[in-house]
């Protein structure tokens, strides 16, 4: 039999992603972002995403159909993002996802955004499968986490996340305070370029030795945003917006990278694989090339636009489910908080 045909609905944030995949072979991936309504608030503004669901879901359900060259009758299965993300917004892919299931009688799988992320990988172009077991390491506007995988469908543990701000979301936050506009990543990154990264040392959260024993695989951003707020303060005029940028990079990089290297090495997995926005980092990247080179981990980075967050990834993820024989079901909702 032909590999299913599925597909995938993520509207955990602000992107909605509308994706179309036979097995593991990719056939559209749509995205429309409501990126542009945050920017005036800088950040996600919840309400507003759930809004901008609503009105680009059918439009990017159309285009995917269109650029995969199926209609809906053709699809064997559907798969959505369940949780985790913003209520509101998850709600909408949901109720979509199973009013479509129920109209065309196919089934469907709700899937965890995190794991979704991990799928990413079945897409990549050059085949290879993603050796397990894994870390992951997935960082975007929404999530900082840190994820042990020993099975794609099964086995999924959540080794630590955030506690506070998402990492992307510190880069947001401090574009802010540095009058750079939203989404603050990529500019803090230009930006960074031209700094000295040593010229201005800012904490690593959660690598002092009594933060460790708890919080090993955790991670903390917002002391580092409130120090770059009381440098920015008092700098004044004398503010060096690039060597601000490029210490603040730093600091990030610095912990994402030494807590994913920690966890390939206390559990013995040498192979360490990046999703989420901030993937685009290009500090994030170097660090994470040289760090595992020097660990003899092996790096996994898909192509950018399958790591940031999309409807491709969470189509591969129930084409899995679909070949692997897991069964379909309709009883579930929306869980902002859903557990890996
Ligand atoms: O995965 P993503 O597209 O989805 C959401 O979180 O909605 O990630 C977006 C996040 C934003 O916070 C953005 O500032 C950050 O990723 N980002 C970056 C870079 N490019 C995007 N952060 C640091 N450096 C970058 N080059
Ligand atoms: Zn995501």
Known sequence: AAAPLVLGIETSCDETGVGIVRGRELLANVIASSMDEHARYGGVVPEVAARAHLEALRPTLEAALAEAGVGVHDLDAIAVTAGPGLAGALMVGVGAAKALAIALDLPLYGVNHLVGHVGADLLRADGGDLELPTVALLVSGGHTSLLLVRDLTSDVELLGETIDDAAGEAFDKVARLLGLPYPGGPRIDAAAADGDPE?????????????LAKHRYDFSFSGLKTAVARHVEQAGE????????????ESVADVLTAKA???????????????????ANARVRELATQRAEAAGIALRIPPLALCTDNGAMI???GARL???GHPPSAEFGADSTLPV
């Open 199 to 211: 010229a201005i040392r800012f904490p690593r959260g959660l690598t002092h030795a009594k933060d």
């Open 238 to 249: 004398t503010l060096d917006v690039a060597d601000v940028a490029a210490g603040f990079r």
């Open 261 to 279: 290297i920690a966890a390939c090495r206390d559990f013995g997995v040498p192979r360490l694989l990046l999703g989420g926005g901030v993937v």
């Open 315 to 317: 189509a591969a993820l």
């Open 322 to 324: 679909v070949a692997e």
